[in-house]
C-alpha cells in the first residue's frame, strides 16, 4: 500500500542519453502530475494527465515526453537529456478534491 | 509579478512560539488554496487546505484565508523543532487551469530548540 511510488529514486545519466523516470500510484486516481524542483525556481509543472491517454503540458514540457496507457502509470522520457534538465523530479496524483499528493521524488543529474 | 509569492524568509522562531507564513496570489479568481511542507531532500507533504474565507485549524496549524486581500496564511502554535521545513504555498486558480496546482517558491522555517 505504498500509495505513489517513483524509480529510480537516483539516476546520473549523460547528455543526448533518453532516460525515463516512472511513476507508479495504488490510488486509482485519475489526475497524474509531473514536476521539476530547481532551487531559485520552487515546484514547476511540466506535464499533467487527467486520465488514461489523456494528457496535456503544464509550464515547462520542452524536451520531456509522457504517456499514459494505464491509470496508475505516468512515465515521464527525456528524449535527450541536457544538463539543464539536473532537477529533482516529482511525480504528484490528486484525490477528489483538488489535493495533490506527492511520490518520493528522482534526483536526476545529467553529465 | 509571481502568481503565487511567499515571504522569502528564512523564518526563524524559538521553540513554543507562533510561527507565521504568509502567501499572496495574483489570480483573483484562484478557488482552493494549499500548503504542504518539505523536509530538506524528502517530497512535499500536504498539511492543509482551505477553500473558504476565514480561519480553518487543525491541530496545532490554522490556516487563514482572505480572497478579498488574496492572500492566505499558515500559523503554527507551539512551533517544534520537528516544525523546521520549507512550507509551500499551492493554490488552484480553478477555470481552465482546472485541476493545476501553482506553487511559491517556498518559505524555510527553523524552530530553535
Known amino acids: 500500500d505504498a500509495g505513489i511510488t517513483q524509480s529510480p529514486r537516483y539516476k546520473i545519466t549523460e547528455t543526448g542519453r533518453q532516460v525515463t523516470l516512472m511513476c507508479h500510484q495504488t490510488?486509482?486516481?485519475?489526475?497524474m502530475f509531473w514536476y521539476r524542483q530547481d532551487l531559485g525556481h520552487g515546484l514547476r509543472l511540466i506535464y499533467y494527465?487527467?486520465?488514461?491517454?489523456?494528457?496535456d503540458k503544464g509550464e515547462v514540457p520542452d524536451g520531456y515526453v509522457v504517456s499514459r496507457s494505464k491509470t496508475e502509470n505516468f512515465p515521464l522520457t527525456l528524449e535527450s537529456a541536457t544538463r539543464s534538465q539536473t532537477s529533482v523530479y516529482f511525480c504528484?496524483?490528486?484525490?477528489?478534491?483538488?489535493?495533490?499528493?506527492f511520490g518520493p521524488g528522482t534526483r536526476l543529474t545529467v553529465t | 509579478q509571481k502568481e503565487v509569492e511567499q515571504n522569502s524568509g528564512p523564518l526563524s522562531v524559538p521553540e513554543g512560539a507562533i510561527a507565521s507564513l504568509n502567501c499572496t496570489y495574483s489570480?483573483?479568481?484562484?478557488?482552493?488554496f494549499f500548503w504542504y511542507r518539505q523536509y530538506s531532500g524528502k517530497s512535499p507533504e500536504l498539511i492543509m487546505f482551505?477553500?473558504?474565507?476565514g480561519d480553518k485549524e487543525d491541530g496545532r496549524f490554522t490556516a487563514q484565508l482572505n480572497k478579498a486581500s488574496q492572500y492566505v496564511s499558515l500559523l503554527i502554535r507551539d512551533s517544534q523543532p520537528s516544525d523546521s521545513a520549507t512550507y509551500l504555498c499551492?493554490?488552484?486558480?480553478?477555470?481552465?487551469?482546472?485541476?493545476?496546482?501553482?506553487f511559491g517558491e517556498g518559505t524555510q522555517l527553523t524552530v530553535n530548540p
Open positions: 504528484a496524483s490528486r484525490s477528489r478534491g483538488y489535493e495533490q499528493y
Open positions: 490510488w486509482s486516481h485519475s489526475y
Open positions: 494527465s487527467a486520465a488514461a491517454d489523456i494528457t
Open positions: 489570480d483573483r479568481g484562484s478557488q482552493s
Open positions: 482551505i477553500y473558504s474565507n
Open positions: 499551492a493554490v488552484n486558480k480553478g477555470g481552465t487551469s482546472g485541476s493545476r496546482l501553482t
